[in-house]
């Protein structure tokens, strides 16, 4: 079964791949008129994270949203199912790295760092367009798939050149790999951790907000500077994006503050167009634990 899903995944991709991106954003629309409209694909998540969100705002402008977060939907799928079949120089062109002064400065200095990145307009086209325009060596994480098949795939067609994409199960010891030059380790940081015992905790987005401790663990330990990836939607399928340091020298903070600063950042960041932002995702199905009581 699983090889059959993986041929008609196959069967997407070829067809997409001979598609302009004209054609294809015409089966985005689709989508959305499927996934809105029709299905209503997880609705109730979407508003209940928007009201939780913006709870000053009319059901008018959820709804504005909630329709520009679905039209965002669609063509994130199809821009992913296009990125299959695409060079890293067609990337690079619609996906052009800014304000790369302070990252090209560590390089110099021979220093590691750490990038981070939330779920905001499309961060599935880093790991391609990372390898001609960075002169750090770009390491990404990701979650494998149950598919096999697809994994497979995935890890040789989501990163080209000098990129390398590495599973989240491997973390440490991708830290501790000689590349052979600095390298730039790329996070997607907004994730809901798996566990209370994995977790920061922060207010975002005027919630109680549970903060994968990884990418700050790593930095503070191994004293890499972290920077924030402002992924920006240009006009349809394109971007820029902008590094922002978020620390220098994550020796000398404290704990938890690298991910407060971190989730701060891409909160004004959604704050300033909510609609391309993963509200589909369950990000706060972790709740802040009650303070245990002291006995008497």
Sequence with gaps: MDYLVYLLFRAFVALFSLMSFGLAYFFSDLTYVITYHILGYRKKVVFTNLRNSFPGKTEAEYNRIAKGFYHHLGDML????KSFTMTEVQVAERYRFERTMEINACYQEGRQIICVAGHYGNWEWAGIASGIQMLHKPVGFYKPL???HIDRYMQHTRVQGRSVLVSITDTRAVFETDWGEPAAFYMIADQSPTTHR?????????QETAVLHGPEKYARVLNLPVFYARIKPVKRGYYTVDFIPLSMEP???KTGEISAVFMKTLEHQISEDPRYYLWSHRRWKIQKPEPKKVAK
């Design 146 to 148: 149950s598919n096999k």
């Design 251 to 253: 020796k000398d903070t």
């Design 198 to 206: 994995l977790a920061h905790w922060v207010t975002f987005l005027n």
């Design 78 to 81: 199809v821009e992913s199912l």
